[in-house]
């Protein structure tokens, strides 16, 4: 891992760095099992004056991706997908996971687009699941511009450290962002059971 991470940070050296960058986060949302945050973070470091640039850009290649494997689950899951799935889970994980997006849909996407659950087989599950695409779009947008503008939030604040705890606290960082999303979950049930009673 060491070595693909020196190859990104040699390759953000180049005149597109944005490109690059672009590609690398439409490839990590959908094929290369890597964290960007490993790439992103040295990067907004040193790219200070263009971290909103920068966030946007990895947010919106994330969505192509996204997408992308949305409609691979949609119209080629026995094709396609399945292979995916037996490389980032099994097939009882899926099973789990299309259950779960039928009984919470936007939360589930929400919530598999902001923890360390593989995004990859949320984004099938919802396209095979016939899910609706713009609700899965517009919970996958907030999910991944939580965790990129977060990292934005994080480097702004921190500096130079910001790499530093980053890695010491990204379980902790995930596990937090799915507390949140469960209160809002639960206090959207309890405000949808009070208008109902």
């Known amino acids: 891992m060491k070595w693909l991470e020196s190859f990104y940070r040699q390759v953000f050296e180049t005149r597109y760095p944005w490109t690059v960058l672009g590609v690398f986060s439409f490839l990590e949302t959908t094929i ?27 947010t919106i290649t994330c969505l192509l991706g996204a997408s992308l494997f949305y409609l691979v689950g949609a119209y080629l899951m026995q094709w396609l997908g399945q292979p995916i799935i037996e490389w980032f889970a099994s097939p009882d994980a899926y099973k789990n996971m299309r259950e779960m997006l039928r009984d919470h849909g936007f939360l589930f996407v929400l919530a598999t ?21 713009w609700l899965f779009l517009l919970a996958a947008s907030i999910a991944r511009a939580i965790r990129y503008f977060g990292l934005v939030w994080l480097v702004h604040h921190y500096g130079d450290e910001a790499e530093t705890l980053w890695q010491r ?24 059971a009070w208008l109902m009673a």
């Open 113 to 133: 687009g902001i923890s360390p659950i593989p995004f990859q087989i949320g984004m099938l599950a919802a396209g095979a699941g016939d899910y609706s695409f």
């Open 32 to 58: 290369l099992p890597i964290p960007l945050e490993s790439v992103l973070i040295p990067f907004l470091i040193r790219n200070r004056d263009r971290m909103l640039r920068t966030a946007a850009v990895v």
């Open 169 to 192: 606290n990204k379980l902790k960082a995930g596990l937090w962002a799915l507390l949140i999303v469960l209160l809002f979950y639960l206090f959207g049930r309890a405000i949808q």
